[in-house]
């Protein structure tokens, strides 16, 4: 059973930066990919980012230029590098990975980020 826990959320002013990482226990078969999405209240889960087995990242266009997805694959740990934020990124950023051959999702528990203006 694969297990993801999130951290590295919080409160920060427009501008500023955080980094959220997201530690899988389990084994992660491959091919995977692994990604970021985030929700706000009353909306739908918002896919941002992605990354698959060999390293290719992908990004929504309203993050592309400031996020980037990372994974150390020796740690099970993948990461968002968020640079230049803004309140439009008030959130709960999620985890997710998604084993490709066995079509099986697992999701974490969610950390807030909370940008001010």
């Known amino acids: 059973q694969v297990q993801l826990v999130e951290s590295g959320g919080g409160l920060v002013q427009a501008g500023g930066s955080l980094r959220l990482s997201c530690a899988a226990s389990?084994?992660?078969?491959?091919?995977?990919?692994m990604a970021w999405y985030r929700q706000v209240p009353g909306k739908q889960r918002e896919l941002i980012a992605t990354?698959?087995?060999?390293?290719?990242?992908n990004y929504a266009d309203s993050v592309k230029g400031r996020f980037t997805i990372s994974r150390d694959n020796a740690k099970n740990t993948i990461y968002l590098q968020m640079n230049s934020l803004t309140p439009e990124d008030t959130a709960v950023y999620y985890c997710?990975?998604?084993?490709?051959?066995?079509?099986?999702?697992?999701w974490g528990q969610g950390t807030q980020v909370t940008v001010s203006s």
């Open positions: 990354i698959t087995s060999d390293d290719t990242a």
């Open positions: 389990g084994v992660i078969f491959s091919p995977n990919r």
């Open positions: 997710n990975a998604y084993i490709i051959l066995r079509k099986i999702d697992y």
